[in-house]
């Protein structure tokens, strides 16, 4: 008789707790306005627990699979500065596509940065050029995950 796989070869169904740090992602979806040198802020809270973050994913949201009737394309052609309460990560803003790569060529971050808890990321997007959408709008949206682990707490085995 063989035995179907329905998990992870590397878990057997005896394992318990995998440990405590688990991956975890964070996102903020911001609104930005469509003319050149437009810009608009958002912010992410990090929980209170200790976070690496090893990642940075921006993506236009929206009907971009035809560019030419929506005006909407995934170009990475908008620029993104971030910081945290102590530190900014760029000596100016970064064109999106440049510093964090594509969905199918993403560019991690050069070293993970570790976190304590409860901080708050702050990024600002600013468009590139003048967008002409279809139908007319005054802004379009991109959406930043942030990838990493965050430390769960102790095991937690009966």
């Known amino acids: 008789m063989t035995q179907v796989q329905t998990q992870?070869?590397?878990?057997?169904?005896f394992?318990?707790?995998?440990?405590?740090?688990?991956?975890?992602?964070?996102?903020v979806e911001i609104a930005v306005p469509v003319i050149a040198g437009g810009q608009e802020s958002g912010a992410?809270?990090?929980?209170?627990?200790?976070?690496?973050?090893?990642?940075?994913?921006?993506?236009?949201?929206?009907?971009i699979s035809d560019p030419v009737a929506t005006g909407l394309a995934d170009d990475g052609q908008y620029y993104i500065e971030w910081k945290d309460e102590q530190s900014e990560y760029q000596n100016q803003p970064l064109l999106a596509k440049t510093a964090f790569g594509t969905d199918q060529f993403?560019?991690?971050?050069s070293l993970p940065i570790a976190f304590a808890g409860n901080r708050t990321l702050t990024f600002r997007v600013t468009n590139?050029?003048?967008?002409?959408?279809?139908p007319s709008a005054t802004t379009f949206r991109v959406f930043i995950t942030i990838h990493g682990v965050a430390d769960w707490g102790p095991d937690r085995q009966s």
């Open 44 to 63: 992410i809270q990090i929980l209170n627990q200790p976070f690496v973050m090893d990642r940075i994913s921006p993506s236009v949201v929206g009907d």
């Open 106 to 109: 993403p560019i991690p971050l």
């Open 8 to 13: 992870n070869p590397l878990l057997g169904k």
């Open 128 to 134: 590139a050029y003048t967008r002409v959408l279809n």
């Open 15 to 27: 394992d318990r707790d995998a440990g405590r740090w688990r991956p975890y992602k964070y996102g």
